[in-house]
């Protein structure tokens, strides 16, 4: 059985030195998985013509695919049809359905097309004109040997939609590869790096077609479960179980293994995950917040059609909002200074009672860089939750610089609704 | 006069097909171009040894500096340190040094250093050590004839402290580079792209050294303008502007044609000019929020030392909240809806009269994708301001998903503030 491989080369030296980075490159990669053929390596070169050729050189050694993307509009620094023309030696030729395109586009913009702008309608001669149904410029496809090559515009939509309608059928005809790629992702909080591959170690092979990957960020570790795998069927890859039983079960053990740490899978995020519980619990929340400044609040009213269940939130940065807006005791803030589970559960309580929500949340701690002491160090943070099951409260300690440690706080807290209503279905 | 150019090479299957991009090679890029190396490709392969030898052999045939990053950790699948050992033919050899931070690193987790995390204190024969002052993973430095070799951890704190603090003066001493690059940084908030361009015509050049780039984000456009130069003189580099005054007059040219709509320059965000300016003022602030579920306020509580002037904000989502801890009048609420002009006003004055700071901020809005109707639309947003110089309503159309339109507005009353309190200070 024969594996297919590609290359992504994107064209733009903003992609080198201009802040921007190549995210066509992921769902190219995407749909070309959806085709058998597996990337092996992404590229990013400047709008040199030279830089273009030696890239597209280096590739066409090993690569059965190659995707070029970008530098195929009318500026003068965009070169990438010239350099694939010259590279594979095809001289550039006006393509007439090009052409026409390109007039019907910009009459709709009300502008002639200049020769400057006819340049988009060139092709190398033999290559396949990809239409481009959503903006000037033409994609093409062409063979050098082995070797496909595909051209597309850097405008995101206009690649994605010549991907899909024109590129991925031709690609499936050409290689008809029989291998499939499978990819599940479960997101763990509360766990490090290291603990959760210990809890994966029933399941963790190093041989075989299955790859694990490990990937941590203060949202939690992230585990993808992938592999590449070979099949004649054509009913396999449409319902993705009966002829590959080895992979529900797969799935299922890396559930068991990852236990109460895993939040979610897929595309799932915490927030959404929140939201659901509470949802199917009837329940409503509101959160008063210190340290993490309504990042809490904003990640849970993220959720489309969270004023189902977020009724307010309170960001008590000072003292006399702790006091007027939530009701912690100046005594309590007195005795026990404002970073202190006593301060957590009486906001957790207050904007609890003062909303009339079923759960109240509280959280305070130090975000830094300032503001740490011996006692209470930066990133020491004091959550609290108050429900039908009583009030609770909880003690980290985090590391990073602020943005950091507001975004585990606010994922901590996240977590920690999520963990107490779920006691409250079972 | 010599150019040194540079390739990035990213290591990890999660760049591949995990749906994440490599951002480390953007400040890489930008740390090479100031020791005047100039980055010409990225490449970004999986963890595969094989694929990263070949990437790294491609580059030794060109670059004059290749920087690696990622895949230094402990975890099995990674392999970097392994595939540059064997390309280079240096045996990998236990380095003291590493070991020792690696043990002072795991003591501070509580955890002892097993032979698969000691891994990490392992180096290619005759590399430069580069010290993790933030992590566990070593990295190094090493020539292989005209060509350094640089091999950075993958997570990018560490990878940044590493590159400013270690390699960017052993480059600079290395290299010498009498090519200098400069990079500054506009950022406009109000006006779409083609209008920022138009703004820009009159300093708009495609001939000579200066490159000009726009970049469009739910921030707003920012304006790149670039150039690398050669110059032998030290003080320029230091000082930036003697030896080449075009440069300066091109900067103020460019800040003129922006007027305005220009915000901030360089790594300025627009919290930090609000903060700056709340803080010149010595005025405080609390906010309440409705569609921006508490962005606002976690935004400009982000901002290092922000609890001077941030008092308190409030996230009303519910119609309840607003009646009753921002005081917006029932009346109010029922003839005109949540999602008006006067509501936004009456949060506005509300929060400032109950928090007892200079200026008060209402926003409310319809985030969508739910809730919009003919007369209100999804991304209709009212923001008002309450404070010295008087309240003021403004009224927003924006455009996209959930997260585009609550960014779009949390930038937008940003900015409102900015401008009010601008105006106070003249």
Chains 1, 2 share one sequence.
């Not at 090559?149 to 050409?174: F, N, S, T, W, Y």
Request: charged share 20%; with cysteine.
């Amino acid at each position: 059985m024969k594996l297919f491989h590609a290359d992504i080369i994107a064209v733009g030296s903003e992609l080198l030195l201009g802040g921007r980075v190549d995210s066509n490159s992921v769902f190219v990669a995407h749909l070309l998985a959806e085709c058998g053929i597996e990337v092996r390596k992404k590229i990013s070169v400047g709008d040199q013509k030279d830089d273009i050729q030696e890239a597209l050189r280096g590739s066409l050694k090993r690569a059965h695919v190659i995707v070029l993307t970008g530098g195929l509009g009318s500026t003068l620094d965009d070169c990438t049809r010239e350099a694939v023309a010259e590279t594979l030696r095809c001289p550039l030729i006006k393509r007439k359905r090009a052409y026409e395109n390109l007039k019907a586009c910009y009459r709709r913009f009300g502008r002639p097309v200049t020769p400057i702008l006819a340049k988009q309608a060139f092709l190398p001669s033999g290559a396949t004109m990809l239409a481009n149904t959503e903006g000037t410029a033409s994609g093409f496809l062409m063979r050098q040997g082995q070797t496909v090559i595909v051209v597309l515009p850097g405008v995101p939509r206009e690649a994605k939609v010549m991907m899909i309608d024109q590129v991925q059928p031709k690609l499936r005809k050409m290689f008809k590869s029989k291998r499939h790629y499978w990819l599940h992702t479960f997101h763990t909080f509360g766990l490090p790096e290291t603990e959760v591959q210990k809890q994966l170690s029933p399941v963790l092979r190093d041989d075989g077609p299955i790859q694990f990957g490990l990937l941590a960020s203060p949202r939690g570790v992230t585990v993808t479960v992938s592999c590449w795998m070979f099949s004649d069927s054509q009913s396999f890859v449409k319902e993705r179980s009966p002829f590959f039983p080895e992979w529900a079960d797969l799935v299922r053990q890396v559930r068991e293994c990852i236990g109460p740490w895993l939040f979610a899978e897929g595309e799932r995020t915490m927030e959404e995950i929140v939201g659901e519980v509470l949802r199917g619990l009837s329940w409503t929340v509101a959160v008063a917040e210190s340290c993490t400044g309504g990042l809490v609040a904003h990640r849970l009213t993220g959720v489309p059609g969270s004023s189902l269940y977020v009724d307010r939130g309170v960001v008590s940065y000072s003292n006399e909002a702790k006091q007027e807006f939530v009701g912690v005791p100046a005594l309590t803030l007195r005795r026990y200074g404002a970073v202190s589970s006593q301060v957590a559960l009486a906001m957790a309580k207050g904007i609890r009672m003062r909303s009339r929500v079923n759960v109240g949340v509280g959280v305070t701690g130090i975000a830094g860089p300032g503001g740490g002491t011996l006692n209470k160090p930066v990133g020491l943070v004091y959550g609290a939750i108050d429900g039908p099951q009583g009030p609770r409260w909880y003690r980290w300690q985090f590391h990073g610089d602020r943005a950091d440690i507001t975004l585990k706080t606010s994922q901590a807290v996240l977590d920690l609704i999520r963990r107490y209503a779920n006691e409250a279905q079972f």
